[in-house]
């Protein structure tokens, strides 16, 4: 678990970092600030700062990660490997876990707040970053044997995306889009290297 959580730890740190000096430059006065929020990649639409909210959104997540991790890199990698290579089982357990997430956009396509063009663009990057995050963790698991490092990465980058935000003063996670994709990017490449 301290490696997954190593992993979470340092790339966000980065991330949260790249983004800070990004929105300075651009001339905005960005702070951070702690709040829970629901995690979207267009916009997130719940908030809350009490210990209930904080509490509830540690379950959810613990709950989300292990259903997720269990199903993803579990069991489909699992039935993947009897068919296939490693690599090709994890590939496809990546993609799976790519589609899934578009789940995120149905609910503001139907609610009318999201047009098809932008549920279509946002599906497209929730397929690629959580594609990434799956083979990554799919990796982990494949060196180490075991799903807690990915599992642990996965409950910090849940954790942190609901609860850790940049603030300017003409919004918040503006340029969420660039935390979220570099962590992503520098934590697969960090497990290639590593593996």
Known sequence: MKYGLALGISTFFLSYVTEFIVLFVMGKHPSFQFYITNFSLAQ????????LAVIVCIIGNIINVYAEEGLFRGLFCKI????????????????LFGIWHITNVINPLLDGSMNIT????????YILLSGILAYEWGMCA??????????????FNNFI?????????TGADELMIIRITLSNILSLLFVLVMG
């Not at 993947?80 to 993609?95: D, H, P, V």
């Not at 932008?118 to 990057?125: H, K, L, Q, S, Y």
């Open 44 to 51: 997130a639409h719940t908030k809350g700062s009490s210990l």
């Open 80 to 95: 993947g490997i009897q068919y296939y290579s490693q690599k090709i089982a994890n590939i496809i357990q990546a993609l």
């Open 118 to 125: 932008m549920a279509v663009f946002i599906g497209i990057g």
């Open 142 to 155: 494949a060196l180490s044997g075991t799903l807690w490092i990915g599992a642990s990465e996965h409950l």
């Open 161 to 169: 995306s609901n609860s850790l935000h940049t603030v300017t003063e």
